[in-house]
């Protein structure tokens, strides 16, 4: 057996199959970019809205997709980036991904066509937990925790990235990543 790895900087919150009536996390594959005693935080790396970046800041002429980070400040833009010799504040969260930094230097680096969709992701709200409610929201079996084994998570497919992850975990696993996304469809 196994042992489960734990949830740290960097790794990869992958939804437990059991979660599916939860419409906020169903399918879903978070990146956590914060996590110690007091709390974690997260973003929803497989969730693309209807809209670009150009919809929300019309002064930004970038037509990358904005992803659904998770339910709190859903009003709030948030980005992950891979590239801090660019973007100047950023804060690291593993080897090859930082989170946020200087604005202004991201707006011109867009405006100058100067960033890549495989280097950057934005988000609109982010996944968060207080004192101890990710573990128990582990020990009940919402979630498992993977490494983010990805060369780059920002070019990595959304579609199978949830799939993939229960077929790399295998067992009873490999079932559930082969069902219909409404299960209520069989």
């Given at each position: 057996?196994?042992?489960?790895l734990?949830?740290?900087?960097?790794?990869?919150?992958?939804?437990?199959?059991?979660?599916?009536?939860?419409?906020?996390?169903?399918?879903s594959?978070?990146?956590?970019?914060?996590?110690?005693?007091q709390?974690?935080?997260?973003?929803i790396?497989?969730?693309?809205?209807?809209?670009?970046?150009?919809?929300?800041?019309?002064?930004?002429?970038?037509?990358?997709?904005?992803?659904?980070?998770?339910?709190?400040?859903?009003?709030?833009?948030?980005?992950?980036?891979?590239?801090?010799?660019?973007?100047?504040d950023?804060?690291?969260?593993s080897?090859?991904?930082?989170?946020?930094?200087?604005?202004?230097?991201?707006?011109?680096l867009?405006?100058?066509?100067?960033?890549?969709?495989?280097?950057?992701?934005?988000?609109?709200?982010?996944?968060?937990?207080?004192?101890?409610q990710?573990?128990?929201?582990?020990?009940?079996?919402?979630?498992?925790?993977?490494?983010?084994?990805?060369?780059?998570?920002?070019?990595?497919?959304?579609?199978?990235l949830?799939?993939?992850?229960?077929?790399?975990?295998?067992?009873?696993?490999?079932?559930?990543?082969?069902?219909?996304?409404?299960?209520?469809?069989?």
């Amino acid at each position: 057996f196994l042992s489960e790895l734990k949830p740290y900087k960097g790794s990869l919150l992958i939804a437990e199959p059991s979660i599916l009536n939860d419409n906020s996390f169903n399918r879903s594959i978070i990146l956590l970019t914060e996590h110690n005693d007091q709390s974690s935080v997260g973003f929803i790396l497989n969730r693309p809205l209807k809209f670009t970046l150009q919809d929300i800041l019309p002064e930004i002429d970038c037509t990358f997709t904005v992803y659904q980070g998770g339910p709190v400040e859903q009003d709030n833009l948030y980005f992950v980036h891979n590239i801090p010799e660019l973007i100047p504040d950023s804060i690291r969260v593993s080897d090859n991904i930082f989170w946020g930094g200087n604005f202004n230097s991201l707006k011109s680096l867009l405006a100058e066509d100067k960033i890549k969709s495989t280097e950057i992701r934005f988000f609109l709200g982010y996944s968060g937990w207080g004192t101890h409610q990710l573990e128990d929201e582990l020990l009940n079996n919402s979630w498992f925790v993977s490494e983010n084994d990805f060369e780059n998570i920002f070019s990595a497919d959304n579609e199978s990235l949830w799939k993939n992850k229960l077929m790399q975990k295998g067992g009873e696993y490999k079932i559930w990543a082969n069902a219909p996304s409404d299960i209520h469809l069989n």
